[in-house]
């Protein structure tokens, strides 16, 4: 199956502080990636949809000024989140979606995962 | 508002026995459903899908139904074995998007 990679796979950082979460899609290329978040014993909460080349698409509720979002390639999106507060502290997973050796993917491909603890 | 429930935060099976997941959805506009397993500080990863025009998908071990007047799927997984033990995550989307809604998730767990 597709590989999706995420860094860092753990961060801690102090309130104020901005963070930088990357997904990296490795054997196939992403057309379109996605973002979630999911807090302790909740579901995956989609935060923004991005597509290569142009701005991310974000959910209600979602704010785009803090949660940046960049996908300046057909195989790299990052996640910043900027003034970190520990509000913010969560799961954030990212998934990929694209042509996987000439076949089109019909399910999302999820990353491992970035836990993000801000103190 | 959670468009797609799974009412049962946990489920233990004896190895070798059914498990059976549930998932209701209440969107009618949903027209394809997914179920992820997931491990701990891991992603999900993919497991089953089904289309709304069919009732019954099957991959191995895993079979997901689906029951479109009553707004429900089930998987289920036989036989279960300890590896299966993990949380299942429902899923659907809706006119061919990518969108995906997620339930809350069922932690199963499998006993040796």
């Known amino acids: 199956g597709a590989v999706v990679s995420q860094h860092p796979s753990r961060v801690i950082c102090k309130s104020g502080t901005s963070v930088k979460i990357e997904c990296r899609s490795l054997d196939f290329q992403a057309t379109t990636m996605f973002w979630y978040r999911q807090f302790p014993k909740q579901s995956l909460m989609l935060m923004a949809t991005s597509n290569e080349g142009s701005k991310a698409t974000y959910e209600q509720g979602v704010e785009k000024d803090k949660f940046l979002i960049n996908h300046a390639s057909l195989t790299l999106s990052t996640l910043t989140v900027t003034s970190a507060h520990p509000e913010d502290s969560s799961f954030y997973i990212c998934s990929a979606l694209g042509e996987l050796f000439s076949r089109i993917t019909d399910t999302q491909y999820f990353g491992p995962g970035t836990r993000l603890t801000v103190l | 508002d959670q468009q797609v429930k799974q009412n049962s935060p946990s489920l233990s099976v004896q190895e070798g026995r059914i498990s059976i997941l549930n998932c209701d959805y209440t969107?009618?506009?949903?027209?394809?459903f997914l179920w992820y397993k997931k491990y701990p500080a891991e992603g999900p990863t993919f497991l089953i899908s089904i289309s709304s025009i069919k009732d019954k998908n099957e991959d191995g071990r895993f079979t997901v139904f689906l029951n479109k007047s009553a707004k429900h799927l089930s998987l289920h997984i036989v036989p279960s074995q300890p590896g299966d033990s993990a949380v299942y995550f429902c899923?659907?989307?809706?006119?061919?998007?990518?969108?995906?809604?997620f339930g809350t998730g069922t932690r199963l767990k499998v006993l040796a």
């Open positions: 969107n009618s506009m949903f027209d394809y």
């Open positions: 899923a659907a989307s809706a006119g061919g998007t990518y969108k995906y809604i």
